[in-house]
């Protein structure tokens, strides 16, 4: 492990510093300002990787496929992964006959490499032909977010990343919390926010959030998070229902990784306000099984956003694409090796 010390005039450029010189794997291990509050002092650590030496590129070769030849192996991979029947009969007869095209290899590699390569090139074709990514785009100045989903599943974990994200960039944000219900959860977000140099706003209501989101300066981002809501309880959906109404914003669904795919889709659907149109995905780290995301996206027709894939606040909050979440099909292979 290396260790490094940084010193800056404040927390955004102590972390875009630990950022710049250890990549987004750093750990925060400590963080310290001066009496005089003139600068902060901020200890990091990365793990140490193996760097291989570059070699001159190999001539490359293209290895094709026909629908034919994948969907067989895709249809046992969303079987292993729990897709709801009715939605992988759905995906693979959406397969059929598609032309998955070519993907440039190379030579030395070997043909299970080979074949390996062009069957995540083929199922990150189909599942861009049948599902919508759209991450946010938060390098607008304007961005303003709501995190909204059931109890405990990372809602506050990922506000803390988006701010952890922007500080880093130099970009000024806003931070919000509407749990102000459950115990620690203003402390839990303060915590983060305090290491960011950013006083965390809190709103009991819905006048308080609209007040805030006036208050907020037109140039910042502005990350919301909310209390968890029992999607199977009315009162409570009638609760964010209201903050929802507030306007102003977008929300978007938050939903774990691994959860049964049928209970996802419940969920989503429950869940399912005309102003949610994209699902941010959390916990992939501790997850082999990802037909819940597939499942929940399709029940409520949600755009894939965001994957959060460590608990660490820096980096691991990564746009999810379609490349992205067939890595992620296909990590099991590896798993179970």
Known sequence: MRLRVFTAADMASAMAMVRQALG?????????????????TVKAAVE?????????????????????EW???????????????????TLIYKGRGMDFGSLPALQ??????????????ALSRLLAACFTFAPLNLARGDSRVMLVGPPGIGKTLAVAKFAATCAME????????????????IEQLSAFTDILGVKLQVAANNGEL??????????????????GCNPYERVELEELAGLIGVSGFEPVLVLPAGMDAHEAAD????????????????????????????????????????????SRVVGELKPLDAAVLAQCLLR?????A
Request: aromatic letters at 6%.
């Open 332 to 336: 099991y292979r590896l798993q179970n």
């Open 48 to 68: 140490e990787e193996r760097i291989a030496m570059p070699s001159a590129p190999a001539p490359r070769r293209a290895v094709s496929a026909s629908s034919g």
């Open 24 to 40: 987004d794997n750093a750990i925060i291990i400590s963080s310290e300002t001066d009496k005089a509050r003139k600068h902060v």
């Open 108 to 121: 030395r590699l070997s043909a299970n490499s080979a074949r390996a390569a062009m069957e995540e090139h």
């Open 210 to 227: 609209a007040a805030l989101l006036r208050a907020a300066p037109p140039a910042h981002r502005v990350f919301i998070d909310t209390a």
């Open 170 to 185: 130099h970009a000024p944000f806003t931070v919000i919390t509407t749990d102000t219900k459950r115990a620690g959860g």
């Open 267 to 310: 969920m989503a659907r429950a869940f399912a306000f005309p102003a949610i149109r994209r699902l941010l995905a959390t916990r992939a780290d501790a997850t082999r099984r990802f037909g819940s995301l597939l499942a929940a996206a399709g029940a409520a027709d949600l755009a894939f956003s965001h994957i959060s894939g460590s």
């Open 71 to 89: 969907l067989e192996e895709i249809t046992s991979l969303l079987r292993y992964h729990g897709v709801p029947e009715a939605l992988a009969g």
